[in-house]
């Protein structure tokens, strides 16, 4: 055995970093390691929200010191092993600077998530984990735990914001001896993804907090519902939970306190309107995930017709903080009626896309060009859609609206699940409202008519404006049909589904009027009103877009340049992405 | 149209049977059985709807009820790589459209359908919730990010020599496209 510091070195692998290539490194690095180990240990971890820099690697040496990779592939992995780890180098061309993106951040969820091996129940109680419920199930009274939630200001982290303390308190007070805890897993919003990113990364966060929960409402079982395109999710609570009950913190007689609480999993089946929480119970007992008319609620009579309690992802995880910090801790962020932090997922046309987690009350535009740095190519960013297919898109002049239910609320938006997905010049909002409308209509569920019919026909509508065949009466008849929606509509789905619509109405009135009364889409994505063009000086005559053109519209010399008939042209835009020139322009 | 998977050994057919009377009786289970069936054949053939009608002594028309409303189920076999292209916000927004049609144009499919050869099947998908890498998509259980159509094209055509090739064992091994 050689002396050599203890060494460990991490690699990124949520769904992210396995989609940039992360098991290669990590793999990679095993095979290095293996040839002459030296005491240093090679850990997978979660997602440490640093997204657009996957995959990441840290290593972290002896003294305590921590060097985290970004960008890393097997040869760049290679060349830190054989000068950081091996001879002590840190290699800093490709060293990421935390301070850039963790700047205005403060972690209560995702505390662990790139921090620790997600595969292993000791790092996790290593920091702290279990300890909120050893604490709960010791100290407290289910009552004093209800207290300490309800006193944190802890809402629903899924959407609609409902104080959790408040369900909590219902569910217990709920004469039943059966009662149940539901863990809502299924994140449906397209744009959002952090409760992957903490199933992943740190799964007995969520199952600690769901334990607290059943300790607090006196349930016995629970469900832990997981959207099935989570694979990864999916295997890694697996796990977790096989850990959790082999050492007495899930099952019989948990840490020998005579509290039982056993977890389920379930794998969701592929609906959007199952994130609805009479939907989701119905999908756990096999059938249709349709929702029911409330009351009664969930609380009252939920799973199987017992008092259920149904919570997030997010909330769950923030449960054992509040209870090992103390609700003034966790009161200590936010504003006057939401506290706490919220995850964020930053994508679209932004510079650091990935997870970010924020005290709420910070401005929108803090959290896009100071955590986020702007979009990439320097322009102001036009909108922000927040809330994803419920929610709603805020142009730039909103941007200093803080990260507070009630105000987004105000705004025609919502804090939602926490998509935050970010859209510049190049974005079309008429375009985003049809994309939206588009998923909204395929995932009702069809029960209630005008949900069924009514996002139909503004579909429809908006199908035909980006055609260029709107009419001048359309955005009237939009704005009237999604009023009818919102009110007539049983569930979530249907009560927010035109909210897309309604705020680019809102806001974008300008963009649906060139539309429709120019027949001109001013971000050039509505291919039927956009014309395409060869700009002769940088065509090079290559003709890769002459073997792609669906429409044989595009003709000249080879190496000379080329020209497209507009009379033939479907505007399918084969060539513009083909072309690798960049010759090609849409006007 | 079928394309009888080689894969499906008698086993497995005997493993989904245990599990369909190990949970009989048990409350919820419809949607595991649907599951199961479907990781045994590729797809729920009408027999196992059959099968699972008898055992839970749910009427079939219930369980092709719960079948069609979900999206994961498939009543049709697929090809040996299922394609799923996402098309979320910020996919959509990074320009996944056309990446529909760059998989269209080179497999000669379009949505929810599967090659002629039996290779590939084409579906799309609302979020893999990788949005940060969009335009992405997955072949099977691997996720490729940051896409442009020739990047699509490329990665088509590699699967496809390699289904028309006998794998290599390091290949299958390394888990390579």
Redo the contacts between chains.
Sequence with gaps: MTEAPVRSILVGLG??G???GG?AVY?RCRGLLGAQPNGTVLKPTGCIGL??R?VLVEVRDGAGRRTLYGEVTPERAERIIAEHVRQGRVVTEWVVDPEEAFTKQQRIVLRNCGVIDPTRLEEYQARDGYRALEQALTAMTPAQVIAVIADSGLRGRGGAGFPTGTKWRLAQAAKDAVKYIICNGD???????MD?SVLEGDPHSVLEGMAIAAYAIGASAGYLYVR????EAVRRLRQAIGQAERHGLLGANILGRGFDFRVAL???????VCGEETALIA???????MPRVRPPFPVEAGL?GHPTSINNVETFANVPWIILHGAEAFRAYGTAGSKGTKVF?????VRR??LVEVPMGITIREVITEIGGGTPSGRPFKAV?MG?PSGGCLPAALAETPIDYEQLAATGAIMGSG?M?V?DDS?CMVD?AR??LS?TQN?S?GKCTFCRVGTKRMLEILERICAGQGREEDTTLLAELGEQIKVSSLCGLGQTAPNPVLTTLRYFQDEYRAHILDRRCPAKVCLPLVQFWIEAERCNGCGLCVA?CAAGAIHGERKQPHRIDPEACVK???CL??CRQGAIEKR | MAHPRPDIGAPAVHAFGRMLWRHRGE??????L??AAQDTYGYIPPPAVEQIAQVTGIPASEVY??IT?????RLKPVGRHLIRLC????C????AE?LV??VG?ELKVGPDETTEDGVFTFTI??????????P?LMVD?R???KL???KVRRLLRQYRQRAAAPASPAAVA??EP
Aim: charged share 15%; proline share 4%.
């Design positions: 769904s992210c396995l989609a940039a098991q793999d997204c657009y996957e994140e449906g919003d397209p744009g959002a993804f992957r099935a395109e989570y694979p379930k794998e969701g089946a592929g609906a959007f999908s756990i007992e096999g059938k249709r995930g199987w997922a930053l994508a679209g046309k896309g990935g859609q994803g998509g997905v859209m974005t985003v994309f939206f998923f995932e569920c792609v399918c835009a084969r992405a083909e | 409350p919820g289970m419809l949607i595991p649907l599951q009820g719960v409303f979900y999206k994961q189920f098309k979320g916000t910020a959509h927004v990074q320009g056309m049609q760059a144009d998908v609302a979020c893999l919730g990788c949005c940060s890498l969009a992405v259980d996720t490729y990010g442009t159509t020739q390394a888990g």
